[in-house]
T-cell receptor
Framework: AQSVTQPDIHITVSEGASLELRCNYS??????LFWYVQSPGQGLQLLLK??????LVQGIKGFEAEFKRSQSSFNLRKPSVHWSDAAEYFC?????????????FGSGTQLTVLP | DVKVTQSSRYLVKRTGEKVFLECVQD?????MFWYRQDPGLGLRLIYF???????EKGDIPEGYSVSREKKERFSLILESASTNQTSMYLC????????????????FGDGTRLSIL
């Protein structure tokens, strides 16, 4: 069965510092990978996705993520964090064939941004 | 703009009550989902539906049921609410081939925070 691990429950960074959120997955075939962000009181918004091709994908709000098959990882990065990036971030993995209906989510990483 | 609307942002009910959570999407999506979100556990899939009147169990269906009589509406039902069902509930929808082609595989509502007293 597929699974997603986000090893960091909570991360604190200063505004303007760089950010990396970790995501490791377990999946039997080529995965479809996603990062979502959830601002307080809101639903989830898609930041970026990886289906195939270039392993470095660009998303909205200046985020990027790199797919590393050898490490089963899909880490999210941002070179300079803004106070508005404070939110909870979820990594998710989906099936690469067959039913396209389900995503498996990680437990989330809460990001705090210090002024 | 695409929209998934959950009927209540906050809901307080009592143990043993029958509770209905409603979700409506305006994107003509085939797939709809109900998740619950708990601290440290992320999102866990309760039920999903891939067509009108069709439903499948997710990872944690116990204590819940669903109804999809119309394509745009997906209801989550707590037959007899219990305190361990206090949680944030998120509804989502996607098109049938969304995961391969769409920019947004699943669209989420803003959630319903349900408290069972």
């Amino acid at each position: 069965a597929q699974s997603v691990t986000q090893p960091d429950i909570h991360i604190t960074v200063s505004e303007g510092a760089s950010l990396e959120l970790r995501c490791n997955y377990s999946y039997g075939a080529t995965p479809y990978l996603f990062w979502y962000v959830q601002s307080p009181g809101q639903g989830l918004q898609l930041l970026l996705k990886y289906f195939s091709g270039d392993t470095l994908v660009q998303g909205i709000k200046g985020f990027e993520a790199e797919f590393k098959r050898s490490q089963s990882s899909f880490n999210l990065r941002k070179p300079s964090v803004h106070w508005s990036d404070a939110a909870e971030y979820f990594c998710a993995v989906g099936p690469s064939s067959g039913s396209a209906r389900q995503l498996t989510f990680g437990s989330g990483t809460q990001l705090t941004v210090l002024p | 703009d695409v929209k998934v609307t959950q009927s209540s942002r906050y809901l307080v009910k009592r143990t043993g009550e029958k509770v209905f959570l409603e979700c409506v999407q305006d994107m003509d999506h085939e797939n709809m989902f109900w998740y619950r979100q708990d601290p440290g556990l992320g999102l866990r899939l309760i039920y999903f539906s891939y067509d009108v009147k069709m439903k499948e169990k997710g990872d944690i269906p116990e204590g819940y049921s669903v109804s999809r009589e119309k394509k745009e509406r997906f209801s989550l039902i707590l037959e007899s609410a219990s305190t361990n069902q206090t949680s944030m509930y998120l509804c989502a929808s996607s098109s049938a081939t969304a995961i391969f082609n769409s920019n947004q595989p699943q669209h989420f509502g803003d959630g319903t925070r349900l408290s069972i007293l």
